[in-house]
């Protein structure tokens, strides 16, 4: 045998065998198995996988391609050491962002397609895994209230995606044809709240538009647009002739859990158009990349409450549904599987109530001349990619056929209720206050004052008076010490693993205003663990007082 045929040979042992050989099969199966053996082998009480130590990224500037084939064992290992120090998201110590851990079934709905390795780009390449998709977005499309039949939507690559898919088919409706001719002369403005996700900022950066016609609207104190502004700022667009692409509303602040008030937004959408007799319809988008898994509790019976939660989850959950239910008056929303959906990364899909409006993103047939040449479920005709892994839609299915609405509810429900519980310590301890007592989710953003200074006052102060400016500052000082004394002690193993944000909102005389962040998304999360929390905070203002 020639020398490339005796590595060739090695190397069909590393592919999954095209005809089953139960014995290869087998090892198959083994090798993942060593593999999660070794991973769960690096598991502890605490909530990192391996040891806690540095990671070190200078070292990778040395690395090469090795000149010698490998094994599927030793690579295996390799992988696994990548994962030495790693959060483990599913532990209730961790409460770090809204990141879930995913489920079983998510995870599957993963591993297939990473095995048969199906192109949803168009049925062609895909064949029954692309009913996947028609099938979850049809799953989703209901539960959040659209028409089924009427609605239309595609997986992309992140909340980031769906809301370049938004703002081009706004852009689209507000400037026709330019998708082939390009925008001329000002080009429109993209509308949304002060505490909007960046990516808004980055769809708009990236679409040509430029960040600049951002048209950012004041949140009120419980992080909502105040569209009080929002209507004169629109009513001032038109006026000038400025043309709006995108006015977003989003449905699930990533901090806060603030939501827009869609229903209001979509009232003073429709009365511009027809007071300003416009020749388009401003789209208008929902980021509810957060809150769309709420949506299983628009037809939860909130009084009979048949899974009995606590009445302060029932309440926190009739302010979440009162807002989310309205998900249905948005032209196009945006949702992550792989967010409070319990998928794993990556499965996000954006939804147009009409899934007509896709179309108008459409790529002429004579620039694919390859594709589409078979079947009838072509999204490779107007999504932004064109290869998409089977594994977004896959594991979405696979987690919502898994938990069904119950379990969502049960799931979100418990969240709320640890996420109360840790409001109510947090509200009764003399030296934190709650930052978002408003938002009622699975978020809980607090301050940590220095002994002596008056909580009752001080917060709100803080946020209005631009004398106490030095002040803010001093206590976004103290609040970073706490988190990186907390932090310090969450990479020990010891402690919960808490984030941080540096800017939660602006004062109203713009200064940042920080805040220590608890994220509750594990479903293992306890009475116990919330506890830790006060804990860990206990610990850190005494090593601060103790001069740390
Ligand atoms: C996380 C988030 C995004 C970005 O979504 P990715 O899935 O991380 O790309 C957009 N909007 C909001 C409100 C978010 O919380």
Known sequence: MSDYRVHLQTLRRAFPQPVSDQEH???FVFSMLRALDQLDAMKSERPILGEPAATDFRSAADRRVPEETGTVESTARQLVDYFSGMFIWGHPRTQVNVIPPPCIPGILGTLLPAIYNPNICSEEGSRGVS????????????????DPQRAGGVFTFGGTGTLLYAIRTGIEKACPGSLRSGLAGDPPVVVCSDDAHYACDTAVAWLGLGSDNIVSIPTAANNEMRSCLLESELNRLAAEGRRVACIVATMGTTDAFGIDPLEQIREIRDELVSRHCLDYVPHLHADAVIGWAWSAFRDYDLQANSLRFPDRTRRALAWAVRHIGQLRLADSVGVDYHKTGFAPYVSSAVFFRDAADLQLLARSPSTTPYLFQSGEYHPGRFTLETSRSGSGPLAAFASLSLLGKTGLRTLL??????????????????????????NYG??????????GV???????????DAAMADQLRQHNDYNRRIFELIHEEALRGEGVVLSMTDRWRESDYGVPVSALKSYIMSPFSEEQYVQAVLESIER?????????
């Open 131 to 146: 009913l996947a998709e028609a099938d979850v977005i049809a799953m989703t499309a209901e539960l959040m209230g659209y």
């Open 540 to 548: 850190a203002r005494k090593r601060i007082a103790g001069g740390d």
């Open 454 to 464: 008056d909580t009752f006052e001080i917060p709100q102060r803080e946020l209005t």
């Open 25 to 27: 099969d087998a090892w």
């Open 413 to 438: 429900g418990h969240l709320v209720t640890m996420a109360e519980l840790l409001r109510d310590r947090l509200q009764s301890h003399p030296c934190v206050t709650v930052m978002n007592p408003e």
């Open 442 to 451: 699975p978020v809980t953003l607090f301050r940590v004052y220095p002994p």
